[in-house]
């Protein structure tokens, strides 16, 4: 099953590569039919991770695309749609998209640590000098945590906003990445910082100011970070792109990233399918933040109980709890959830499905969609031929 379906999925990437970079969907869904920035990097590092001289290549046009339409300011667009009628950008939609920014300056270093050529990092070095001071700007109040609107990142239909855990690691991972090419004290001091309070107001019983000293009395911390928090207190949810990272960027401490592997093992094993939800419990509609996610949708609503964001599995979200548990030597857990990636993607002869609801395991979203088949490369090449990302 493995060798087929890592077959299928760089045979997917393949029809996603196009001169301007990788599309996030094979399908015919205009929306899908762009460059996106945070799924053309997710691409990219499958695409290092295969070797694949094509994939690679569409890699480096993808970036290239990013760079040529950052915005004045320093935005990176969410999307690009490049055809014959011209170039179109978009920078978010019901809001602006923060995690472009971050995986953006992740992707330039990634492929420049893979290829060895300190050089690409050199010419892009303004337009990421662009990108971490935007970054800067969005702490708003100057102590060390962005301030995310509701739609901001990858999760843009969800609840999160505010201080959202996710944005805060990519953020550190980004920083992360460039100082490995540019030994920066101003940078190292500002990942220790950032560390510091992701530590002091989303963990448990620690020492420090909190933001927001009411509200973090109030939460009964579980065995995982929460997804966010803002003025109006914390939002619990487990969410598992972020607690992934936490792990797999070794913040906390290592006990704490135990409990937190620990509950997302149980969790994944609770499903249908064995994947993580991307984020749990479900919101119903009895709950108190429904109203809000019902609304939060520009077209159609899909965040129904146990699908989308609202407690669906994402393969693309799946293949980076993978590395978390490779991150901390747990090789037979980490190909279980291959396992599971590769028989949730060869649903439907391989249609690579965006989610699947994880009480039904019925597939919800796009099809042949681009991500879903970068997680099982990633994973596959990380679990059976040593890649390693830079981290």
Avoid at 111 to 119: E, I, T
Wanted: charged share 20%; glycine share 6%; hydrophobic share 40%.
């Amino acid at each position: 099953m493995n060798s087929l379906a890592y077959d299928k999925s760089i045979e997917l990437l393949r029809k996603v590569a196009t001169p301007q970079g990788f599309l996030a969907s094979a399908e015919n869904t205009s929306n899908y039919k762009r460059v996106w920035a945070r799924d053309g990097v997710i691409c990219g590092l499958a695409a290092l991770a295969s070797g694949d001289e094509e994939l690679i290549n569409a890699f480096k046009e993808t970036l290239e695309t990013l760079a040529k339409n950052q915005h004045p300011v320093g935005t990176i667009p969410s999307n690009v749609l490049i055809n014959e009628v011209g170039t179109e950008v978009s920078y978010g939609g019901l809001a602006g998209r923060v995690d472009a920014v971050t995986w953006f300056i992740i992707g330039v270093c990634q492929y420049a640590f893979y290829k060895c050529d300190v050089s690409f990092v050199s010419s892009h070095n303004s337009q990421i000098e662009k990108c971490l001071a935007l970054l800067d700007s969005w702490e708003f109040n100057n102590k060390h945590l962005v301030y995310v609107p509701l739609s901001g990142n990858w999760a843009d239909e969800y609840i999160t906003d505010g201080y959202v855990l996710y944005d805060q690691l990519l953020r550190i991972w980004a920083l992360k990445c460039y100082n490995y090419f540019v030994k920066s004290d101003v940078i190292t001091e500002k990942i220790i910082q950032i560390t510091k309070q992701i530590e002091i107001n989303f963990m448990p019983h620690t020492e420090g100011e909190k933001y927001h000293e009411r509200a973090y009395n109030e939460v009964d911390f579980q065995d995982f970070m929460p997804c966010s928090f803002s003025p109006s207190g914390y939002k619990t949810q487990f969410d598992a792109f972020a607690n992934s990272l936490v792990a797999l960027l070794n913040i906390g401490s290592t006990v704490f990233q135990k409990k937190i592997i620990n509950h997302s093992v149980s969790l994944a094993k609770e499903t249908r399918l064995g994947l993580l939800p991307a984020f749990w419990p479900p919101i119903l509609e009895t709950d108190e933040h429904w109203n809000l996610l019902k609304n939060n949708c520009k077209y159609e609503f899909r965040n129904y109980p146990y699908e989308f964001h609202n407690g669906g599995s994402w393969p693309m979200v799946n293949g980076f709890f993978g590395l978390a548990l490779l991150a901390k030597a747990e090789e037979k857990k980490a190909a279980l959830i291959l396992e599971n990636i590769n028989e949730a993607n060869a649903k439907l002869e391989f249609s690579f499905y965006e989610n699947f609801n994880s009480k039904t395991n019925e597939p919800n979203g796009v099809s042949n969609c681009a991500w879903s088949a970068a997680a099982a490369v990633l994973l596959h090449q990380s679990l059976y031929n040593n890649f390693k990302i830079l981290v």
